[in-house]
T-cell receptor
Framework: AQSVTQLGSHVSVSEGALVLLRCNYS??????LFWYVQYPNQGLQLLLK??????LVKGINGFEAEFKKSETSFHLTKPSAHMSDAAEYFC?????????????FGTGTRLKVLA | GAVVSQHPSRVICKSGTSVKIECRSL??????MFWYRQFPKQSLMLMAT?????????EQGVEKDKFLINHASLTLSTLTVTSAHPEDSSFYIC???????????FGPGTRLTVT
């Protein structure tokens, strides 16, 4: 069965510092991978996704992630944090074996940006 | 493109009553729709998957008689919480997927409060 692990339920960074949110997955087949951001009382907004091809994926708001098959990781980074980046971030994997491509979400990481 | 709406955005109901939440794909045909539940400060938990014209497939532990899902058309799915109780209070999010894609598009969510 597929699973997603997000290390660190809470991450704090200073404004302007590097943001690194970790995501590891387990899957018997190469998965599709996603990062979403959620602001309070709102739905999910897609930051970026990996399906095939280039392993370094660039997304919105300056975020990027790198798919590393050997490490089964898909960590999310941003060179310089803004106050507006404070939110909850979810990593998800699409179950390509299920036929319905249902998503399995990580437990989430709450990012706090310090002034 | 690929917009999903939910109605209502917030609903308050009394214990013992039923409440219906609508999920619509506005600009594409959704062959598969998903319903998630999110408790405060937690991740999204998949409740059920529904294919247009078929019975929904519920995840383990989700009561199908309590959470009635209908996916009667390619643009509309409904979730009815029957005989709601305070413990059903949660944030319910739907997503939709078209036939030719693996990607899910998420609605903005519905905040249900049962008093």
């Amino acid at each position: 069965a597929q699973s997603v692990t997000q290390l660190g339920s809470h991450v704090s960074v200073s404004e302007g510092a590097l943001v690194l949110l970790r995501c590891n997955y387990s899957s018997s087949v190469p998965p599709y991978l996603f990062w979403y951001v959620q602001y309070p009382n709102q739905g999910l907004q897609l930051l970026l996704k990996y399906t095939t091809g280039a392993t370094l994926v660039k997304g919105i708001n300056g975020f990027e992630a790198e798919f590393k098959k050997s490490e089964t990781s898909f960590h999310l980074t941003k060179p310089s944090a803004h106050m507006s980046d404070a939110a909850e971030y979810f990593c998800a994997v699409s179950d390509r074996t299920s036929g319905t491509y249902k998503y399995i979400f990580g437990t989430g990481t709450r990012l706090k940006v310090l002034a | 493109g690929a917009v999903v709406s939910q109605h209502p955005s917030r609903v308050i109901c009394k214990s013992g009553t039923s409440v219906k939440i609508e999920c619509r794909s506005l600009d594409f045909q959704a062959t598969t729709m998903f319903w998630y539940r999110q408790f405060p400060k937690q991740s999204l938990m998949l409740m059920a998957t529904s294919n247009e014209g078929s019975k929904a497939t519920y995840e383990q532990g989700v009561e199908k008689d309590k959470f009635l899902i209908n996916h009667a058309s390619l643009t509309l799915s409904t979730l009815t919480v029957t005989s709601a109780h305070p413990e059903d209070s949660s944030f319910y999010i739907c997503s939709a997927r078209g036939a030719a894609t693996y990607e899910q598009y998420f609605g903005p969510g519905t905040r249900l409060t049962v008093t």
